[in-house]
Nanobody, 125 residues
Framework: QVQLVESGGGLVQAGGSLRLSCAAS????????MGWFRQAPGKERGFVAA????????YYADSVKGRFTISRDNAKNTVYLQMNSLKPEDTSVYYC??????????????????WGQGTQVTVSS
């Protein structure tokens, strides 16, 4: 089992920045990658960003490319999502997730085995 706990969410004005953290215990960094997803009110959970287990390759949804950056600090067992130039459309609960060993992509919820409880991000206009 892998335990993931997100933090760093909050209320920010449009154009502002937030850094989300995902503190991991267990075998999170032995998994074949980590991801961030988000779920807005009335909408399905969708892909935001992901990275390979080594951190050498990253993936981003088109809607956040150029604004968000996923990174990790192995010494702290923590994955980050730096969010810049935030827009009201980014308002969501953000979840981190650990990728399954038998997954075929980085882009769907079914590719991930373990999930955090989420942290709320609200962007005001």
């Amino acid at each position: 089992q892998v335990q993931l706990v997100e933090s760093g969410g909050g209320l920010v004005q449009a154009g502002g920045s937030l850094r989300l953290s995902c503190a991991a215990s267990g075998r999170t960094f032995s998994s074949p990658g980590m991801g961030w997803f988000r779920q807005a009110p009335g909408k399905e959970r969708g892909f935001v960003a992901a990275m390979t287990s080594s951190g050498s390759t990253t993936y981003y949804a088109d809607s956040v490319k150029g604004r968000f950056t996923i990174s990790r600090d192995n010494a702290k067992n923590t994955v980050y999502l730096q969010m810049n130039s935030l827009k009201p459309e980014d308002t969501s609960v953000y979840y981190c997730a650990s990728r399954s060993w038998n997954s075929r992509s980085y882009y769907t919820t079914g590719d991930y085995a373990y999930w955090g409880q989420g942290t709320q991000v609200t962007v005001s206009s």
